[in-house]
């Protein structure tokens, strides 16, 4: 299914549906067969030692996600996350961003299922890999 609502529109979306992480999440990249989205990490998302906190990589791949779907339904901002497993593989590398690579797997009417993997800013590493399925609501 193709992009409905693009780079620009999903991330005015975003500022509007969730103020409370305004400035965190970028849309780097929105296209057909990838969602990238870039974690802007501060210290607030950081745990001992220096690294980006579980917490913090959990919200990135629940985002990219929830973009991957919007773009091609549209604004349903009531589309929410039914399941989420994810797996830690490595620390993220300290001072450094983390970006989303997010893939839709399938759209149907009901549930969209995701693949993401997360990958520290400047690496090919994945730090993360994270499936995640979504519920939209009925139309009407």
């Known amino acids: 299914m193709s992009i409905v609502v693009g780079k620009d529109e999903m991330a005015a979306f975003l500022a509007e549906v969730f103020p409370q992480v305004d400035g965190m999440f970028t849309i780097e990249r929105l296209e057909n067969d990838l969602t990238v989205m870039r974690l802007h990490a501060h210290d607030r998302h950081l745990r001992p030692g220096g690294t980006v906190s579980g917490p913090a990589m959990f919200s990135l791949a629940d985002v990219a996600a929830y973009v991957a779907t919007m773009s091609r339904i549209g604004r349903e901002a009531l589309t929410v996350t039914t399941h989420c497993s994810i797996d830690f593989m490595r620390k993220p ?17 009901s549930l969209s299922v995701t693949d993401v993997l997360l990958f520290s800013d400047g690496s090919d590493k994945p730090v993360a890999h994270a499936s995640l399925t979504y519920s939209i609501p009925p139309k009407g």
């Open 93 to 109: 590398e300290a001072g450094r961003d983390v970006l989303a690579h997010a893939r839709l797997l399938k759209l149907g009417r």
